[in-house]
Each structure stands twice: as C-alpha cells, then as structure tokens.
C-alpha cells in the first residue's frame, strides 16, 4: 500500500513542515502507543535524539503523545541510533523511538520506531501505525496517563555494551585514533569508548550546537578527518555520521575506505576465525563489484539486496547471515547489535589492525574496486524515471555497456533526488552513461 508517513528508514523531512511537525510527531505518539499498548503491565517506550536543534521540541511533542495514551516515557538524551535499539531491548519497553534525521543537514528530522527486540519495525506494524495516525486517538483515563523520567546512566550503559564486542584479549594501547563524531549523537560516547580501551584519541565534531550536525565534517564529508589524520600522523581515522549508525574510515596516509572494503575485511577475518554465518555478506546494489569478486575468492557469496540497511537486515535475519552493510557505511553485525552501529564496526576494525601490527594503508585495501560512479539529480515532483525519454536514456546506457558493468537508477527513499549509479571496467564509459541519463532526467524535469 502507498504510504503517507513512512519511508525507507522511519519518518523524514524538513522540520516544521508536513510530516515533521510537532503535531503529527504528538499523533504518532499515540498511534504508535496505542499500537503497542498490549497486555495489563506499566507500558514504556524509550526516546533517543541525536544533536539538532529541532530534538527538543519533537522530543516535547512525541512525550505529549505517548504519555497521553497512558505509556510511560524513558528519555535517555542525545544517543546513538543503535544505543536506542540497545537500551529499549535491555529495558524490557515496548518500543524506542529514535529522533534523528541521520546524515541530512540540521533542518530536517526523522522518527525512527523500534519494536520490543530492538529491530526496526515491520511493515506490517508501520501500516498499523500509518492507519492510527489518522484516526482519533484513543486518549488514557485521568489517572492513567503516563509518566516521564529521563535516565543519567544511558551513555554508560552504551558504551560498556560497545566495548564488550571488542575482543577481551586486545586493547587500543599505542594508538592515535581521530574520531569525528559529526557534532551528532556520539560526540560523548565514542571518544570515552576508545579512550577507555586504551587509544589517544584526538576527537572531532564533538561541540554541538543544534545546527551544526554533518556539517562539513562526520562520514558524508570527511575532509577534515583527513586533514587531521595527516596533520597529527594519526595510526587511523573514523568517521560516523549524525546518529552514528554509519562508519567511514581514514587509513594512515588520508586514504577514504569505505564499507564495501570494511565489509570485505570483517567478513574474511570473521570466516578464518570460523565465525561468519550465512557462507558470505549481504550487501545492496550499490555495492561494488569488487567485493562481489573478493568474497568469491574467498569461497564466500555476495547477496544484494534493494538499497537500504532495513533490506539488508531483513535479509541476514531470514537466511542467518551475520554480517552485512552498505557501501555508504552502514555495517550490520547481528552477533553485537540489531542495526548498524558505527562505533561497533569500527572496533571491530580496530581489533583487526591490533592483531595484523599492519598499518590501515595496507590492512584496509582488501580489493581494487572497479570504476563506480554515483550522481545524484534533485526534484520536486513527478515520476521523471516513469518518462519515455529516461527510459530510452537508460536503455541506450545498458546497450552501451553491454554485459561489461552494472548500472543502478532508483529514487531516493528519504530524500528528493534521483540517484544513478554506473561501475565497469571502462571508467569513460562508466562517466558517459551517467552523465547522460542525468542528463535526461534533468530534461524531464
């Protein structure tokens, strides 16, 4: 069914203005409570945000709802999106609500729901929810209405829980980690994490200031990692984005590495080690050809899925992978938590790079991508991929590949733009036919 609210991670969109407005965040509070209120105990749901200046008032707007449905609210602060999953599963609550619109500048905001076992919800319940939404609220009796209390200790909490999927042998002793937190939800915890396991650690993007958020600097803009890497001759730099369930890094000579080579190396260390579940990763069609061909000489399989770490955690619970990810960063490894979590993969990162006594130079080229090349084309309306002049444009571009590349054309699930993507052996080629079928959609608009 079409959907009015919810898109590919939760609910997204500039704040103030349909749907991120603080009256539909009150009414999602309380289809979502209303969802989830089962059964004759206290009902409680745990709220997280990352650092954008819009937090406080969804926050306000979101206990308004819950509370009004008779669910009691734990509000745990700025934290990381796999944090929330965390605490809402270790708490025994209902649900968890993360506020955040993850890489995306301040001016927007997002909702994601987790259910009770700390996964991302269900179709079936965001469409429960979606109907809710529009219907009058059931509202509580006087006497039971919910109650809110903020908890001190959520960021310890975390960060032990962090640092227990580090192995117990190794520490960071000896080593000088930049890590830019993106002025976002970790700027606390993931430098006490690797403080606390050993590491220097010199931080960025660790002084929010409500707009500051993915601004010039965290995953989706790495150049001043980069910078202080080389400036500080840092053994490795890590990179997370504003609600740090993404990771990119920088090795030792400034070099961006991305999930797709971080996938390639736990996935291979995991295997030797006896570990990996599933025979291999699964990974989006975005992913790069290369480590389709890496893992299959490694005796291991490459499942693609449809964009989106949702789709890809769907995919490893329904055939028992156990790592799995995005070339954009998102890296999913279920045996420590039940969504991406950045600081996580990062450790498990590090840990390869304490036992190989190898620099991140050599340890984390694991294969030579092929030529991939990704634009994006912003709209404001219509369906531009529905028109005949996009589709000869794309059709003339599979022609021109002819069997020697991939190309990738979709709408972007949680923001207004279309993305294509081209790899090949023939970098030009690869160049050509993105250009122009970018150009054919800018045409149609």
Not at 240 to 265: E, S
Not at 379 to 406: S, Y
Request: charge should be negative; include cysteine; proline fraction near 4%.
């Amino acid at each position: 069914m079409a959907r009015k609210y919810f898109g590919t991670d939760g609910i997204r969109g500039r704040t103030n203005e349909a749907p991120m407005t603080p009256e539909i965040a009150m009414r999602v509070g309380q289809a979502a409570g209303a969802h989830f209120v089962r059964g004759e105990h206290r009902h409680r749901v745990v709220i997280g945000k990352d650092t954008r200046l819009s937090g406080y008032m969804m926050e306000s707007a979101l206990v308004a709802g819950f509370t009004s449905v008779g669910m009691d609210v734990t509000l745990v602060g700025p934290m990381p999106t796999p944090a929330v999953a965390l605490l809402t599963r270790s708490m025994r609550a209902d649900l968890g609500v993360m506020i955040s619109a993850s890489h995306n500048a301040f001016a927007d905001n997002g909702i994601k729901l987790f259910g009770p076992d700390g996964y991302k919800l269900s179709d079936r319940d965001e469409e429960a929810i979606e109907a809710l939404i529009e219907a009058e609220p059931q509202l509580a009796a006087s006497a039971a209405i919910g109650r809110a209390r903020r908890v001190e200790d959520a960021r310890g909490r975390y960060i032990h829980a962090a640092k227990s999927s580090f192995p117990e042998a190794l520490s960071l002793d000896g080593l000088r980690i930049v890590v830019d937190c993106a002025n976002g939800a970790a700027y606390q915890v993931a430098p006490a994490a690797l403080w606390e396991l050993g590491a220097e650690v010199i931080a960025l993007g660790v002084a929010p200031d409500g707009i500051n958020i993915n601004a010039k600097c965290g995953s989706t803009d790495p150049a001043a990692l980069i910078a202080k890497v080389i400036e500080t001759r840092a053994d490795i730099g890590i990179a997370l984005d504003g609600d740090a369930d993404r990771l990119i890094v920088v090795d030792d000579r400034g070099n961006v590495v991305d999930g797709d080579q971080l996938m390639a190396l736990i996935g291979a260390s995991w295997a030797r080690k006896g570990l990996l579940r599933g025979g291999g990763v699964v990974a989006t069609v975005m992913s790069n050809l290369g480590l389709e061909r890496y893992l299959g000489g490694h005796g291991l399989s490459l499942h693609r899925t449809a964009v989106g770490d949702r789709h890809v955690l769907e995919a490893m619970r329904a055939q028992g992978f156990n790592v799995g990810g995005e070339q954009s960063g998102h890296i999913i490894l279920t045996d420590h938590a039940t969504t991406g979590d950045g600081l996580v993969a990062a450790l498990q990162v590090l840990a390869e790079l304490v036992e190989s006594g190898r620099p991140a130079s050599e340890l984390l080229r694991q294969f030579e991508p092929l030529p991939q090349l990704l634009k994006n084309v912003r709209f404001k309306g219509g369906a531009p991929l529905e028109q005949d002049a996009v589709k000869r444009a794309i059709a003339d571009a599979e022609a021109r590949l002819n069997g020697t590349g991939r190309l990738v054309i979709r709408k972007s699930g949680t923001e207004p733009l279309i993305r294509v993507m081209a790899e090949g052996e023939d970098e030009t080629l690869v160049e050509a036919v993105v250009d122009s079928i970018c150009e054919a959609v800018k045409a149609a608009l």
